[in-house]
């Protein structure tokens, strides 16, 4: 883990076991609601005939397509272009509204750029933002959030025009306008931030497809891989009106305001106002148009150059590729082995750690030192040249001490120098057995609060990974091996309970015995009603194993980006919400209040756990790219029981901050509840007065032909067990999942779905 994210040991679970089930009823823990007309869609790419990279096929399979915002509000485009409102009553049934229409698409096969999907964003309590996918912007002008009736009407349009150039900087140019464009340039509507009641800053995206090349000839798909990707920051007066009249192809059509323009070589997958700036995570970094190199385009070429070669002569891929893509998989492995100071491995009891150290260097050369909770390292720099030690080693040895992540026996600790390997062996007693530490060392008080440079020399060292032995491994591969659907006869013949858990890891099949002792018995779990999970719906996450998204953390003010040197991977990020969340006009909560009920951040993957991390908890302004992020709670296992999901579209978060007393001195799992030394001691002990509750939902993505499940994973109830349960919310008759939010109903939490043909609430599953 980065120096970004330092985990807070008090708020992880070392002796997590298992999750348990918490059965959801289809009857009564949701509710669904036929969409009103020939329902939403995902399918609008029959009015473009251009190739997509791959990229832009990921971002298009997890776009979202509902947007919530104040009063309990959604709104969403429909199959027929319609913009729709509904508003979910006290009840929890909505009221649907035809609040406008979009123009219908003319198709065209010779516009260079692909449309997108229409999109639509809340600006202020009574107007929206929506996109038609073609390249204009039109203001909704709605009734408040507090009024009976949810009216609306657009009153502004504004085209992005394609031509949109910049200066250095991502700045506007201010040379001469160009020739008026063809058409507008399509894009999405990422965020929003609400300056004042005239003033809005608006975050889009769109794609920038490569001008044809003689030397790419014909071939569209790998003309489509050079694509770029542009941010681009607009201000906008929300209350003013350019008279577009009834036809809203007619009257006076302004062009965008455009603040700044920023480039990458892919789409962000989260944008949000933070800081006074945009906090962006992205697997690339963004940089102005004119500093983006063109090597990529003739690396693209070059290839294209290859294949096209190959294909004519005939051959498939050669023998000399083989072996040369066969020498970067062992060159990267030789990398991957060398890109940390140390390897380290655990069983029950111990840790062995190996410090690899440059030929020459003599036992006497080494002071090594530990007491229970700090380790000390130190070379004598007179002993060999320092041209011979490697930079990751340079950097470990640099930190004069370290605090261990738990404390250890000193007395049965020991380390040895192994001068023919020219190597340190450290082995560390563990104090409790059985408690499985997610890393060696641990971020100590003085670490934060060290200067600026100390913390720019601290940010590229990562947190070491444990290094697998080989057995660990064969019997990881050969757990996930067997995670699959089992049949009746399967399950009988291992005498295992009836579980609508389709890919359910041992360690949760383990406990599925529906334990009597249990609030939750007596109910009844249909696995009928669950269907089988399979469907032909494409995901960013079949056929993989990998979990998350490794992306660079970015912020960029006044459109100048600044990224973390290290990828984080992402598990989840927060449910869509409005930022005046609760809006109710009975309700006496302050503005403040509502803010600090929810906690929201990101959660990133730590060894098999789930931790959330946020930019709350800090004095004055931040650059999130340096400074350490907060450690808010922790999902324990939460990578693990991910991994067996094999068609995920979404994976999102709610964080309720249940202390909102700033006065209030209680703190879950601060050090004085848990004993460093003894983590033993509250083993199944349950967590009181838990500051913030985490509740994370796996969405599938459903068809017409299979059910799509949400799974829901809850904080843990105790240091060993926590609650998890799956109930079918997408596929059948409702369609294919397209977008997810949560809106605030009676002082509640109410996700609501958006699906082809169903509009789905959920009543008691949050």
């Given at each position: 883990m980065s120096h970004l994210f330092p985990s807070d040991r008090s708020l992880l679970y070392p002796q997590f076991e298992t999750y348990k089930l918490r059965p959801l009823d289809t009857e009564t823990d949701l509710a669904v609601y036929p969409l009103p007309g020939s329902g939403a869609t995902q399918s609008r790419f029959g009015y473009s005939s251009n190739h997509l990279s791959f990229k832009e096929v990921r971002s298009r399979i997890s776009w979202d397509h509902l947007s919530v915002g104040q009063g309990a509000r959604g709104v969403y485009v429909d199959k027929d272009w319609n913009v729709i409102g509904f508003v979910i009553n006290e009840d929890l049934s909505p009221t649907f509204t035809k609040l406008a229409s979009l123009p219908i698409p003319i198709s065209s096969t010779t516009s260079t750029q692909q449309s997108e999907y229409p999109s639509v964003l809340p600006l202020t309590p009574r107007t929206w933002g929506i996109s038609s996918g073609s390249g204009s912007l039109y203001i909704l002008e709605t009734t408040l959030p507090h009024e009976s009736t949810f009216q609306g009407r657009f009153i502004a349009r504004y085209d992005l025009s394609s031509f949109n150039s910049t200066s250095s900087g991502g700045q506007p140019s201010s040379s001469t306008s160009p020739s008026p464009s063809p058409s507008p340039s399509p894009f999405l509507l990422r965020a929003s931030h609400q300056i004042s009641d005239t003033q809005v800053k608006l975050l889009i995206a769109r794609s920038i497809k490569p001008e044809p090349s003689e030397k790419v000839k014909g071939k569209g798909i790998v003309q489509a891989q050079l694509t770029k990707f542009q941010l681009i920051e607009i201000n906008l007066n929300p209350t003013l009106k350019n008279d577009i009249g009834i036809d809203i192809d007619q009257g006076e059509i302004q062009d965008v305001n455009v603040a700044w323009i920023l480039q990458s070589g892919d789409l962000p997958i989260y944008c949000k106002w933070s800081n006074d700036g945009w906090m962006i995570l992205s697997s690339e970094q963004y940089t102005s148009p004119s500093s983006v190199n063109d090597a990529d385009q003739g690396e693209a070429e070059m290839d294209g150059e290859r294949k096209e070669m190959t294909s004519k002569s005939g051959l498939g891929k050669s023998s000399l590729s083989v072996s040369q893509e066969q020498n970067e998989k062992n060159k990267m492995d030789i990398e991957d082995s060398s890109i940390y100071p140390y390897k380290w491995t655990q069983d029950s009891d111990s840790i062995n750690m190996i410090i690899p150290l440059p030929s020459g260097i003599k036992r006497q050369d080494l002071n090594i030192t530990f007491t229970s909770s700090t380790f000390s390292i130190s070379?004598?720099?007179?002993?060999?040249?320092?041209?011979?030690?490697?930079?990751?080693?340079?950097?470990?040895?640099?930190?004069?001490?370290r605090s261990f992540w738990t404390t250890i026996e000193v007395d049965s600790s020991s380390w040895t120098f192994d001068p023919v390997k020219s190597q340190v062996e450290i082995d560390l007693t563990k104090i409790d057995e059985n408690v499985r530490w997610p890393s060696i060392f641990s971020p100590s008080e003085n670490d934060f609060n060290e200067s600026e440079d100390e913390e720019e020399e601290d940010e590229d060292e990562d947190e070491v990974p444990e290094t697998l032995s080989e057995s660990t491994l064969a019997a990881v591969r050969e757990s996930f091996n067997n995670i699959k659907t089992r049949n009746d006869d399967t399950r009988d013949e291992r005498n295992e309970p009836t579980t609508n858990h389709l890919a359910m890891p041992a360690l949760l099949r383990e406990e599925m015995d529906f334990d009597l002792d249990d609030d939750d018995d007596g109910q009844e779990y249909d696995q009928d009603d669950l269907g089988d999970g399979h469907n032909g719906e494409v995901s960013m996450s079949s056929g993989s194993s990998k979990v998350g998204k490794e992306v660079f953390i970015g912020f960029i003010k006044d459109g100048i980006p600044t990224f973390s040197k290290n990828t984080t991977t992402v598990l989840s990020i927060p449910l869509s919400t409005s930022s005046a969340y609760s809006f109710d006009k009975s309700d006496e909560t302050s503005a403040e209040e509502k803010e600090e009920s929810l906690e929201e951040g990101i959660i990133i993957k730590?060894?098999?756990?789930?931790l959330l991390f946020s930019t709350k908890g800090s004095q004055g302004q931040r650059d999130i790219t340096k400074k350490p992020w907060k450690?808010?709670?922790?999902?324990?296992?939460?990578?693990?029981?991910?991994?067996?999901?094999r068609d995920l579209r979404f994976t999102r978060h709610l964080t309720i901050n249940t202390n909102t007393n700033p006065n209030s001195n209680s703190q879950s799992h601060s050090q004085d509840d848990v004993s460093p030394t003894s983590p033993s001691s509250t083993k199944g002990q349950k967590i009181d007065n838990m500051d913030t509750q985490t509740t994370l939902l796996a969405f599938d993505s459903g068809s017409s032909i299979g059910q799509g499940n949400l799974y829901v994973y809850y904080s843990p109830h105790s240091k060993t067990e926590a609650r998890q349960g799956v109930i079918p919310v997408s596929g059948g008759d409702k369609g294919a999942l397209l977008g997810v939010g949560v809106v605030k109903v009676k002082g509640k939490e109410r996700v609501v779905i958006l699906c082809e043909n169903a509009l789905v609430v959920l009543k008691g599953v949050i």
């Open positions: 070379l004598d720099s007179s002993a060999i040249p320092s041209d011979t030690i490697s930079t990751q080693l340079n950097k470990f040895l640099s930190k004069s001490q730590s060894a098999v756990d789930g450690h808010i709670s922790t999902n324990p296992a939460l990578a693990f029981v991910l991994s067996s999901k």
